[in-house]
């Protein structure tokens, strides 16, 4: 399973990030409240907006997943966790352009 959403066959589609799991605009017009939203929060329903490219937290200690909304610490998307591999590629990346003298 791959923990960066959108990648893969298999990734996690209940992301604990209100924009994702919240419906559109286009689909849902009227204003949702901060107590409405809850309903979503809840809801055993996919994300409507897939986050193509958040990590999430992943596997706890016994190499387990829940893909559940509510389960925060693997299924929120975080700088910390993200930032890390942000760092990575950009590493990596300079030093392709470089090696190809760009």
Known sequence: MSYM???GQRYP??????GS?????ASHPSPI????GFQYLYSGSPNPNILVGAIVGGPDNKD???DDRNNYQQSEPTTYINAAFVG???FFAGNINAAHGN
Not at 21 to 25: A, E, H, I, K, N
């Open 64 to 66: 387990g997943f829940a």
């Open 21 to 25: 799991s919240l419906p559109s605009v």
């Open 13 to 18: 589609q209940h992301i604990h990030h209100r």
């Open 5 to 7: 959403v959108g990648f």
């Open 33 to 36: 409240s901060c107590g409405n």
């Open 88 to 90: 990575a590629v950009a």
